[in-house]
Nanobody, 120 residues
Framework: QVQLVESGGGLVQPGGSLALSCAASGTIHTTNRMGWYRQARGNQRLLVATITSDNITNYADSVNGRFTISRDDVKNTMLLQMNNLKPEDTAVYYC??????????????WGQGTQVTVST
């Protein structure tokens, strides 16, 4: 079993920066994909960025060039560095782990979420 805990959310002005952290506890399998998702009020949860166990990254078009996802497998943490933030980035941000338990058997874990508000 894995537990994910996000931290680092808060209030920031447009154009500012914020860094989110996800701390994982438990056993993570060697093949996995971690990522950040966000859910604005009244909307569906959408992918922000993902990073595989081989450090292959993928970004949503809306954040590409502004956000950077990374992972530290020694510390069991994942980071999301957010730069040039915009009001439309306001959302609850969730840490996600898709873990390959066995062949064709994936399990998804979610953190509790952390609020990011971009406003003047």
């Amino acid at each position: 079993q894995v537990q994910l805990v996000e931290s680092g959310g808060g209030l920031v002005q447009p154009g500012g920066s914020l860094a989110l952290s996800c701390a994982a506890s438990g056993t993570i399998h060697t093949t996995n994909r971690m990522g950040w998702y966000r859910q604005a009020r009244g909307n569906q949860r959408l992918l922000v960025a993902t990073i595989t166990s081989d450090n292959i990254t993928n970004y949503a078009d809306s954040v590409n060039g502004r956000f950077t996802i990374s992972r530290d497998d020694v510390k069991n943490t994942m980071l999301l560095q957010m730069n040039n933030l915009k009001p439309e980035d306001t959302a609850v941000y969730y840490c996600n782990l898709n873990d390959l338990i066995d062949t064709n058997k994936w399990f998804s874990y979610w953190g509790q979420g952390t609020q990011v508000t971009v406003s003047t």
